[in-house]
């Protein structure tokens, strides 16, 4: 049974940090590309960071680039994003994507929330 497990979201104040991680099982978690989404209340889901399956290859959206760093450890089959000066604006639930190779496999988590406020 294919699982992502995200943990580390929770309350942090303008400027604070937060560290993410993302746990996959069920799939063979050096093959797929990763990446973190977020959602806003009443927004669309977005991409916020992505790493391919042997870290060559990393992007960003532009409002984060700077800010947070996406990582993956593929011995313990977990994906991080660390995410340094937060604003409100990051206020949303991350998501953790698994991609495979052929890009006929996606998987989602089911997300941990982030808040960012006085």
């Known amino acids: 049974q294919v699982q992502l497990v995200e943990s580390g979201g929770g309350l942090a104040q303008p400027g604070e940090s937060l560290r993410l991680s993302c746990i996959g099982s069920g799939f063979t978690f050096n093959k797929y590309t990763m990446s973190w989404h977020r959602q806003a209340p009443g927004k669309e889901r977005g991409m916020v960071a992505s790493?391919?399956?042997?870290?060559?290859?990393?992007n960003y959206v532009n409002s984060v680039k700077g800010r947070f760093t996406i990582s993956r450890d593929n011995a313990k089959n977990t994906v991080y994003l660390q995410m340094n000066d937060l604003q409100p604006d990051d206020t949303a639930m991350y998501y953790c994507?698994?991609?495979?190779?052929?890009?006929?496999?996606?998987?989602w988590g089911l997300g941990t929330q982030v808040n960012v406020s006085y």
């Open positions: 790493i391919s399956s042997s870290s060559s290859s990393i």
């Open positions: 994507k698994a991609l495979s190779s052929d890009r006929e496999r996606i998987y």
